[in-house]
């Protein structure tokens, strides 16, 4: 079996990244703002084609490295399998994309409209509360519509908050622009089954090196 390089690994974080970042802010009050920056912001690196520089940077990733080093060890408990769950239903929809032309047109000249406006991406709250709304609006305009239909589930108090909402939703998207980059770097869902040392070897040396 041929062994994950850095870029299929850093797809693979970016889109368990995105799928812990949903868990997380469907949960609690708590999560990594740092995380959802920089997978906020992959979503406009149109013209980058390395996942390095989609993200930012292997840091762009680190929560998702770190989760594919964590879970890839060990069996899942029920928030693991639902967190697979969220990046197994991220993946196919980004293959649903793959053959919608007309809805893929509208939701990159959109992005390209929020380059101009958002981009170069400082951490900045105001600016990613503002960023994450737009993005959230795209989403529920194109993606949403699309079966299956990703269900999130956690706490009602959290998911009935609109900034919560634009959050878990610019996640979600993140996660399906990380879905089909890593199936063009050759990522298969039967590589999560038979493949785990391998990405976990990979996911060490990155982090390391």
Same mark, same amino acid.
């Given at each position: 079996m041929p062994?994950? !390089?850095? *870029? ?21 009050? !708590?999560?990594?703002?740092?995380? #959802?920056?920089?997978?906020?912001? =992959?979503?406009?690196?149109? %013209? ?6 989609? $993200? ?14 964590? $879970? ?9 399998? %639902? @967190? ?13 994309l793959l053959?919608?032309? /007309? ?6 000249? %959109?992005?390209? *409209? $929020?380059? =101009? ?5 400082? %951490?900045? !709250?105001?600016?990613? @509360?503002?960023?994450?709304?737009? #993005?959230? &609006? #795209?989403? =529920? ?9 990703? @269900?999130?589930?956690? !706490? ?9 909402? =634009?959050r878990v ?5 993140? &996660?399906? /622009? ?15 089954? $038979?493949? /785990?040392?391998?990405?976990?070897? /990979? ?7």
């Open positions: 062994k994950p !390089d850095n *870029e299929q690994t850093l797809a693979l974080a970016g889109m368990l990244q995105s799928a812990v970042l949903v868990n997380q802010l469907a949960r609690t009050a !708590d999560w990594d703002r740092s995380a #959802l920056h920089d997978s906020t912001f =992959s979503l406009l690196r149109l %013209e980058e084609t390395s996942a390095e520089k989609i $993200f930012g940077g292997y840091f762009g990733v680190d929560l998702g490295l770190r989760s594919i080093i964590k $879970f890839f060890a060990a069996k899942p408990d029920n928030d693991v399998r %639902e @967190i697979y769950n969220y990046a197994a239903a991220a993946h196919q929809l980004s293959l649903k053959k919608m032309q /007309r809805t893929s047109d509208v939701i990159h000249n %959109e992005l390209v *409209e $929020f380059q =101009s406006r958002f981009l170069p991406g400082q %951490e900045d !709250d105001d600016r990613d @509360i503002e960023l994450q709304a737009a #993005l959230a &609006g #795209l989403y =529920s305009r194109t993606i949403s519509y699309l079966t299956p239909r990703i @269900i999130v589930h956690g !706490d009602p108090g959290h998911l009935q908050d609109p900034d919560t909402v =634009s939703r610019t996640a979600l998207f993140s &996660g399906i /622009r990380a879905g089909f980059l890593w199936h063009h770097l050759g990522g298969r869902r039967w590589h999560l089954l $038979f493949n /785990r040392r391998g990405y976990i070897r /990979r996911a060490n040396l990155i982090m390391t090196g």
